[in-house]
C-alpha cells in the first residue's frame, strides 16, 4: 500500500503529457517523438535533433575547412583593388594563357597514357595465365602508391637529367654517346612523373572491378577460341568503363592540383598552373590573380566532373 502511495504521488507531480509517454509501450513512444537511451530511459530529444547533433562535427569540418576558404577564393579572384571586376582574370590570361594550355595538354596526355597501362596491367592480372608473374606484378605495381609526389619529383630529377641514371645506364651498356645525352627535366618528365604515380591508383580500382567480373563470361570465350585481347576488349572493358571513368577522373583531379611535380621538374615556361599561382604569391604577394587561376583550374576539373555525373545519369538510365 506505502509503495501504491509513494507511485501515486509521483504520478500526480508528472504534467499529463509526460504520464502519457511514460506509460506508452516502447513502438507508441517511438511514434509520439523521441528517442529511448542506451539504459533504457525515455527522453524527449528528438530523432530529428540526435542525427543534427550526430553529423555536426563532420559538418563543422567542411564547413570550415572546405566552404569558407572556397568562397574565400572565389571572391578574392574577383576582388580589384576593393572593387568587383574581372582585372585579375584579364592578367591572368595576358600572361598565363600559354601555361593554361599546356597544364590541360600535360594532364590530358597523362590520363590518356594512364589509362592505357591500367587496362594493360589490370588486364594481365585478370587473364594472365602464369601464376608467379601476376604474383609479382600484383606486388610490384602498387609500390609508388605509398611515394610523396614531393619524393616522386626528386627522384626524377636525378632519374631523368642530362647526367642522370638513365642517361648513365643507357651509355654504360653502349646504347648511348655520352654526347648523345639529353635532359628529360621538361613536360616529359612531367609527364613520367604523373603516370608513374597515378597508373597503381587507377589500376587497383580496375582491376578489383575486373576480378568481381562473372568468371564464366570469359571461360565461354576462351571455349569458343577468343584471345586476351579481344576478351579483354570486347568482354571486360565494357563492364568496368564505369570504374576506369572514375579513376580517370579522380587522377585529373589530383594532377591539376600538384605543386612539387611541376617545381622541381620543369620550373621554366611554360609550366602548370599551380607553378604560376605560387609564383604569383610568393614572388609578387598578388592573391588576386592566383585566385583568379585557382578558378580556372577549378572550371577545368569541373568540366571532368560534369562528364563523369552525365555518363553516370545514362548509365542509371537504362
Do not use: C
Amino acid at each position: 500500500m506505502a509503495g501504491e502511495g509513494i507511485l501515486s504521488g509521483q504520478l500526480l507531480l508528472l504534467p499529463p503529457l509526460a504520464i502519457e509517454r511514460r506509460w506508452l509501450p516502447h513502438e507508441d513512444r517511438r511514434k509520439a517523438g523521441g528517442v529511448t537511451g542506451v539504459d533504457g530511459r525515455w527522453s524527449d530529444m528528438p530523432i530529428q535533433l540526435i542525427g543534427f547533433l550526430l553529423v555536426a562535427p563532420a559538418l563543422a569540418i567542411v564547413l570550415l575547412l572546405f566552404i569558407v576558404p572556397l568562397v574565400s577564393s572565389v571572391t578574392g579572384a574577383f576582388d580589384v583593388g576593393g572593387s568587383v571586376g574581372l582585372g585579375n582574370f584579364t592578367k591572368a590570361f595576358e600572361l598565363y594563357s600559354g601555361d593554361m594550355l599546356f597544364t590541360l595538354v600535360i594532364v590530358l596526355l597523362s590520363s590518356a597514357l594512364i589509362g592505357l597501362f591500367s587496362i594493360m596491367i589490370g588486364g594481365y592480372l585478370t587473364l594472365g595465365t602464369n601464376a608467379r608473374a601476376v604474383a609479382i606484378l600484383r606486388w610490384i605495381y602498387r609500390w609508388p602508391l605509398f611515394i610523396p609526389f614531393i619524393v616522386v619529383g626528386q627522384i626524377l630529377r636525378t632519374f631523368l637529367a642530362k647526367n642522370g641514371l638513365m642517361n648513365n645506364i643507357f651509355i654504360e651498356l653502349g646504347l648511348m654517346t655520352p654526347a648523345a645525352a639529353m635532359s628529360f627535366l621538361d613536360w616529359r618528365g612531367i609527364v613520367v612523373a604523373f603516370v608513374w604515380k597515378q597508373t597503381p591508383f587507377v589500376t587497383l580500382l580496375l582491376a578489383g572491378a575486373m576480378a568481381s567480373i562473372d568468371q564464366s563470361t570469359i571461360e565461354a570465350a576462351r571455349n569458343l577460341g577468343a584471345r586476351r585481347v579481344r576478351i579483354l576488349i570486347e568482354i571486360v572493358l565494357p563492364q568496368v568503363r564505369q570504374t576506369l571513368l572514375v579513376g580517370l577522373i579522380l587522377s585529373f583531379v589530383t594532377m591539376m592540383s600538384v605543386l612539387s611535380v611541376p617545381l622541381m621538374i620543369n620550373a621554366q615556361s611554360p609550366t602548370m598552373i599551380t607553378a604560376n599561382m605560387a609564383f604569383r604569391i610568393n614572388a609578387h604577394g598578388d592573391y588576386g590573380v592566383a585566385n583568379a587561376l585557382g578558378l580556372i583550374s577549378l572550371l577545368m576539373t569541373s568540366v571532368a566532373a560534369m562528364v563523369y555525373l552525365r555518363q553516370t545519369v545514362r548509365e542509371h538510365s537504362r
